[in-house]
């Protein structure tokens, strides 16, 4: 049996394909969020870190009392970007499962789509689509109002 064999059966079922969908997105969504900690990681003040040098901090302290709390404002931008990009899935889930099997990988994205088009109920798949709108937008402001309380400057 090849890779490709194990993958795809293992795509082809209820309980395995939903997790597949997981795998892929977190696999597509790590760089990016790697990329935007490094860039906030290489901003904080030198001084600051030297300052907990001289003062006597172990590398332990100066990761939980300076560094992350100087990585909040990246912790915001990357939950944002997760969740609303984890919310909107729809070319992988198109390209690995079609949905399938029964509908039991059907992101909420592929969903409304398939009733706009597949089913030609464009009314109810609009009002789907707008339910979906509102609920983005709460869970997106409740996490940058949460997270941004915790935000530090330099």
Do not use: C, H
Request: hydrophobic share 55%.
């Amino acid at each position: 049996m090849t890779g490709i064999e194990f993958f795809a059966g293992w795509l082809n079922t209820p309980e395995t394909g939903f997790w597949g969908l997981i795998i892929l997105f977190v696999w597509q969504m790590s760089g990016y969020m790697m990329l935007i900690y490094i860039s906030f990681l290489n901003n904080i003040p030198e001084e600051i870190l030297e300052a907990a040098d001289m003062d006597g901090a172990n590398p332990l302290q100066v990761f939980f009392r300076i560094k992350l709390p100087m990585l909040m404002p990246a912790f915001t931008v990357t939950l944002f970007l997760t969740l609303s990009n984890a919310f909107k899935i729809y070319d992988q889930n198109l390209a690995l499962t079609q949905g399938g099997p029964f509908n039991s990988t059907q992101m909420v994205a592929m969903n409304i789509y398939n009733e706009a088009f597949g089913m030609r109920k464009m009314g109810y798949a609009q009002a789907k689509a707008v339910i979906f709108l509102v609920i983005i937008v709460i869970i997106s402001v409740v996490q940058i109002s949460l997270t941004r309380k915790k935000e530090v400057s330099a």
